[in-house]
């Protein structure tokens, strides 16, 4: 008798993927898919999915774990904590961030987060590089060191006191980021709208946490949009926009797209599920459902359906800032500080998945036609993967990594604090009830989640070392400004 050619046979299950959904059951050799088909051979190991999904492992491109907050907080997750919490929620890789402040060096920067993570990690894992120091060394020297061993996106922030970078730097960044090929994320606000309408709030003593919400007016994102995508056309830079909130911020994006510009965005569970009325609550309450941007409108909620539908967004992230509803977190000022001294972010990694599922797949959004499913792995696994160029993952097939979650998709499921695995002690969806739950998670053949129970070991994830891939690729059509035959001869790039 011959050995088996599987280490691993998922059997009878239904497979779906970006482009289809079909039974078939899925074959791992090692860490790699090698096989989808009927009837195949008998794995070493087998897992029976009759009446179940057989998915690519989710990917979170927008998670802030371990890291230092803008105002200067260290959030409440470790590695280990949250990538158990994004296991458990169906993800396999995530994407943090390796947070710069300034003054800090940026290498030793990377290299302290990149500790943190081989220590802790469950699931693979990437980075992206905070800038907030952009100084001759940082944009000259560790930069480009940084993204040619394999660190290809870079993170920028246009507001927030301690850490925004101005358009002249913004420019060395996005050059930067050209010559050596990698994507640029930007949090683009207009700083000077929130910092002004934050002052004249707290100062007439409008202070609660639902006083955020108005702080952040929406033009402030399409204003902000509008010129950053107008600084990366300049010299042909491809740009990632970060949590978009508003009608208008979605349509500021429709319209470069249709230029030709590369540009692409993602949204959040918190701008698809809330709204500024949420924030809207007695006492403190309200602090646990304030992000940045904050949530907007039920009209916002519909123009972010039409958005994914239509494919001007193409990642559902679930910007993880675990802040726990304590003095270590939201009230660090206190228990009666204003709406600007409490610390901005929400935790969503376990539920992004779920959430998105329940309305695309279960409830079938209608913007979808139908695919919801193939949809939703779209924007949760594939198109991130295919974005930031994590190397074979996001995809069911074969040469792929063998990173699959298993869903049963009519288990229904009342969110709770309780339930969580991450360490914020608080979800803003708590009283949610999903139908449809990942119940066993595999990351390269071998399962971190097996039917709701965790079998994985801290510092079992891996980094995925990332080239710039075809999204951080310049068009090759500069703009007119840059064009030596048009600017008399000046060539400036
Ligand atoms: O409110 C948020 N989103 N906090 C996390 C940091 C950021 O802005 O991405
Ligand atoms: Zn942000
Ligand atoms: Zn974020």
């Known amino acids: 008798m011959s050995a088996s050619p599987y280490d691993l046979v ?8 970006a482009g289809g959904t079909y039974p078939a059951d899925v074959a791992v050799k090692g860490e790699t898919i090698v096989a989808i088909g009927q009837g195949l051979p008998a794995g070493v190991r087998e897992i029976d999915a009759s009446g179940k999904l057989v998915l690519p492992g989710g990917i979170d491109t927008h998670t802030h774990i371990e890291q230092v907050s803008a105002g200067g907080l260290l959030n ?15 993800n396999t890789t995530v994407v943090s961030f390796a947070a710069q402040h300034r003054g800090l060096d940026l290498r030793k920067v990377v290299d302290d987060y990149a500790k943190l993570a081989d220590r802790g990690a469950l699931i693979d894992y990437a980075f992206h590089m905070i800038v907030a120091n952009p100084d001759q060394k940082t944009i000259e020297t560790d930069l480009p060191a940084l993204i040619r061993e394999g660190h290809a996106s ?6 927030y006191d301690l850490i925004k970078v101005d358009d002249e730097p913004l420019l060395d960044v996005l050059l930067t980021a050209r010559e050596n090929r990698a994507l640029v994320c930007v ?32 033009g402030s994102e399409a204003e902000a949009f509008t010129r950053l995508i107008a600084l990366s056309a300049l010299i042909d830079q491809p740009i990632m926009i ?31 599920f809330m709204t500024k009325h949420d924030l809207d609550k007695p006492g403190m309450e309200g602090a646990k459902w304030m992000c940045s941007p904050p ?9 972010l359906w039409r958005a994914l539908a239509l494919g ?12 726990r509803f304590d003095e270590t977190g939201k009230l660090s000022a206190g228990p009666n500080a204003n709406f600007k001294q409490i610390a901005n972010g929400l935790p969503g990694l376990e539920v992004r998945l779920p959430l998105m599922f329940d309305a695309m797949v279960s409830k079938g959004r209608p913007e979808f036609d139908g695919r919801g499913l193939e949809a939703f792995v779209n924007l949760t696994a594939t198109q991130p993967a295919q974005i930031y160029n994590l190397p074979k993952k996001g995809q069911i097939a074969p040469g792929f990594d063998a990173d699959i979650a298993i869903w049963e998709p009519k288990k229904q499921v009342t969110i709770t604090d309780a339930a969580m695995h991450d360490l914020t ?59 030596p035959a048009t600017n008399f001869g000046a060539r400036i790039l």
């Open 425 to 483: 002690g608080f979800t803003p969806f708590a009283g949610t009830t999903v139908t449809g739950w990942p119940v066993t998670v595999i990351r390269r053949g071998s399962e971190v989640v097996s039917d709701g129970q965790l079998v994985a070991k801290a510092g079992s994830g891996r980094w995925l070392k990332r080239t710039g891939g075809w999204a951080a690729e310049p068009t090759g059509r500069l703009t007119s400004d840059m064009d």
């Open 76 to 90: 409440a997750d470790t590695f280990e904590s949250a990538t158990t919490s994004a296991a458990f929620g169906g």
């Open 10 to 17: 998922i059997r009878g299950g239904t497979v779906g993927t």
């Open 312 to 323: 001007d967004l193409q990642t559902v992230t679930s910007d993880h800032a675990p802040y």
């Open 295 to 303: 949530p907007r409108d039920a009209a916002d909620q519909e123009a």
């Open 242 to 272: 970060f949590h978009v909130s508003t009608a208008e911020g979605a349509q500021v994006i429709r319209d470069a797209r249709a230029q030709g510009l590369k540009v692409f965005a993602e949204t959040c569970p918190q701008y698809l």
């Open 154 to 159: 870079i993170k920028v922030f246009m507001t």
């Open 187 to 218: 949090h683009a606000e207009n700083h000077g709208m929130i910092s002004w309408m934050g002052k004249r709030l707290v100062k007439k003593g409008y202070v609660q946490p639902k006083y955020h919400a108005i702080s952040h007016p929406r």
